[in-house]
């Protein structure tokens, strides 16, 4: 007994390791096609030897993938990262546990079907719940492997999600068959068919990426319509931010940074229009409609009347304030006297005519910015003091204008931090009419871990979906322009000071990920919902 639990734990340890470097090393990708099956042996082998519990077995090898490569949002908050390692872990044990009951009413491959589809349609049900998290989504697993996946463009992720467990299903069932004696009973002919589909399964995605992704291999260096951009990383810490320094300072800083680049344009009113780029909540005296009370709007249109032609797009916490004798939403928060105060993360684009354009983030992180299901946790955040975050995003994406004086406008799209993580949320940016996109963020409250290398490269597969340019911008590392191939350019250090000069095609087309949405999702969902209502039935059926 003790070699038989040996045997399992090596399985759970080695499915851990396998599925969390792709997340961690770069170009590891691929090791996911394969790294479901150390998961799928141990629970084949516990269930022939008669195991108690499995549950617990396939729940710790959830929570250790997810801790391997989640572990760094504890340290921006213990309790929030150890939720997410385990009520991740938890939900996708619900899904294995699903498949496992499965098998008491389907034989052969269907469990395994299912166990596949109800996964995808996890995924994407994930992607709109209340609380959200789906960072470790399976297609996810590509991100630093972008050579690979430049197919992304029709399938979005969960193309890749679909391609992982496609790839370890039928590595498992040919080594199943082979195990008990099954294989010796096909003829050749069927043989060969097994062995050429799963061989086909690895290479005819990577060879038809390549074909995709060399229509884009130069599209950075296009003779087409460009937008010059001025990333600036101005590495603020973001847990001193209003204590080591005033407002007033951090904008001398980030002002700086763009004069020194910039002074080659003062004056000039025939230059092409220009767009500065700075990070996630870089200020916070924002309030919408008013802007003239901010003096970091006044500061930043009053640098700009000497540069005609530069916009810039910043990151702020704006707030709404609203008169009311009761609260106006469950999110408002009462500051006394009928004053009521709702807040938001915001992108704001402005220039030296002091035009500004304001978006509000709508993909908020869950109890950091957003309180789940509002009507109630928020009376209970009131009672203990409103500990949680309540900001308020739009319900709509809207886009921001690049302008110049004559008249020429550029739509771009701003995604705010953790947007650019959903896939079928960020293509709306570009049914909108967006020609280039920028990510501002502000990843280092994570420190110097895999998690801001992991959000930078999720950008890659928001670029190829798209098949849009984007100019990202952190507080500090990594900053780079991304090209519609995916590739990162112009990567900047972690926790340094640092300017990003360049160019990205503006580009109209529109790819059928776009068009379409995410195909792949919505087919598994349709299957899960079949495949369940035929489980349910066939057990009354036995009855």
Known sequence: MKKENILIWSLILLFAAMMSLPYIIPGTGLLALFGMIPLLCMERIATMLGKKHIWAYHYSAFVLWNAATTFWVCNATVGGGLFAIFANAFQMSLVFGLFRMSRKRFSGALPYIFLMVTWIAWERFYFDAEISWPWLVLGNSFARTTWAIQWYEFTGSLGGSLWIWVSNLSLFGLMTSMSSGRWGEWNIKARIAAITGIFALFIIPPVVSSSIGKQYQDCMNDSGRQLEVLIIQPNIDPYNKFQAMTQEQQNAILLSQAE????????????????????????????????????????FTGFLNDYPNVNILFGASSYDYIESAEAPSHTARNLGNNLWVESHNSALITDATCRTEIFHKSKLVVGVEHTPYPEIFCRIDNMLGGVMGRCVGQEEISLLNVESLDGERIPVGSAVCYESVYGEYYTDYIRKGAE?????????????????????????????????????????????????????????????????????????????????????????????CMLLLAAIVRRFADR
């Open 260 to 299: 020194k680049q910039l002074e080659y344009r003062k004056g000039d009113s025939t230059a092409a229009p220009l767009l500065i780029v700075a990070p996630e909540t870089f200020t916070r005296d924002i309030i919408p409609g008013e802007y003239q009370r901010s003096r970091t709007w006044r500061r």
């Open 436 to 528: 280039a996109m920028t990510i501002i963020t502000n990843d280092a409250w994570w420190g110097d871990t895999p998690g801001y290398r992991q959000h930078l490269s999720y950008a890659s597969l928001r670029a190829i979906e798209t098949r849009r340019a984007i100019a990202r911008c952190a507080n500090t590392g990594i900053s780079a322009i991304i090209s519609p191939s995916g590739e990162i350019i112009q990567p900047t250090p972690w926790w340094e000071p640092a300017v990003i000069k360049g160019q990205i095609p503006l580009r109209n087309d529109i790819t059928f990920y776009v068009a379409h949405g995410d195909i792949t999702g919505r087919i598994c969902t349709f299957l899960f």
